[in-house]
């Protein structure tokens, strides 16, 4: 082993500082965060928020037109990093024409840590017939053969783009069940963006939350809800002291920081903020909305 492979095996799986990223109409200014060896994060916000263009920039598809990326202290896109990614989309990447049973034949040759018996054993696993054609998938028997793949790829590092959703409720509890056998391994790391935030509570260390193409937090995921609550109260709100304020009728329901909940008078209730509750309020706020 070289010097410079062992110093590429030191990194963090993935290393993002300072991300921006100009195109028509949308704009990711100075996004930072890590993914490190045993950890899975989970990036949420709303549509339009950067998630995808982040996970394109780390794998080399976009430009940065500010800051770095690396994975495994390699440039995006490089064969270095790609060999030691598994990369799951929220559609299948192979042909529609393929039959499923011909899958590894035609990946193999492409992967020096291809595991063909994993391939068959998690296809069967994961309910995916081997017989039919990829285009004759249903969309969650599709997302799962490309998880299959993506395992048999023998990665280090998974990145999930918006894999569950349309799923019903038994397919995600597989995909999370996957995921969590996956990290067994003390040197595995997940990167999984989702809209359904109840996938990241039993999977997820760290959140990421990603607003207009800012990061509107970063930390522990049982920090985000122990930083802020959900208040609901009458008349007006003490607007320096709330975050996406929605109305109905005469009443209000902001995001709080739970630092600052009492400066709240008796009337108005403080609830736990869920992450959906975090995501939709922090949204709202960045766009000015007050429905």
């Not at 939350?209 to 990061?215: A, E, F, K, Q």
Request: charged share 25%.
């Amino acid at each position: 082993m070289t010097d410079d492979t062992i110093r590429t095996a030191a990194h963090d799986p993935v290393r993002v500082e300072a991300l921006g990223i100009q195109r028509e109409g949308f704009r990711i200014s100075d996004v930072s965060f890590s993914v490190p060896r045993g950890g899975v994060v989970g990036m949420v916000g709303p549509n339009g928020a950067g998630k995808t263009t982040a996970i394109r920039a780390l794998l080399g598809l976009v430009a940065p037109d500010a800051g770095t990326v690396r994975t495994f202290g390699c440039a995006p896109g490089s064969p270095e990093a790609l060999a030691r990614i598994g990369i799951v989309l929220d559609q299948p990447t192979a042909a529609p024409e393929w039959r499923v049973d011909s899958i590894g034949r035609r990946l193999a040759p492409f992967y020096a840590e291809w595991d063909d018996a994993l391939l068959r054993d998690m296809l069967d696993r994961l309910g995916v017939p081997r017989t039919q054609r990829v285009g004759e998938l249903s969309r969650g028997q599709g997302v799962k053969l490309t998880l299959a793949a993506a395992l048999a790829q023998r990665p280090e590092l998974l990145i999930l783009d918006e894999p569950s959703s349309g799923l019903d409720p038994a397919s995600r509890r597989q995909i999370g069940d996957v995921i969590r056998d996956f990290m067994i391994d003390p040197d595995h790391a997940v990167l999984f963006s989702t809209h359904i935030t109840t996938d990241l509570d039993a999977l997820a260390d760290d959140l990421l939350v990603l607003v207009g193409g800012r990061v509107a937090y970063r930390g522990p995921l049982h920090e985000a809800t122990e930083t802020f609550a959900i208040a609901r109260g009458a008349g007006s709100p003490p607007r320096e002291h709330v975050l996406g304020v929605q109305r109905s009728g005469a009443g209000w329901t902001a995001l709080v920081r739970m630092e600052d909940s009492a400066v709240f008078d008796a009337g108005t209730v403080i609830d736990t903020a869920s992450i959906d509750d975090i995501v939709i309020h922090l949204g709202a706020e960045h766009q000015g909305v007050a429905a």
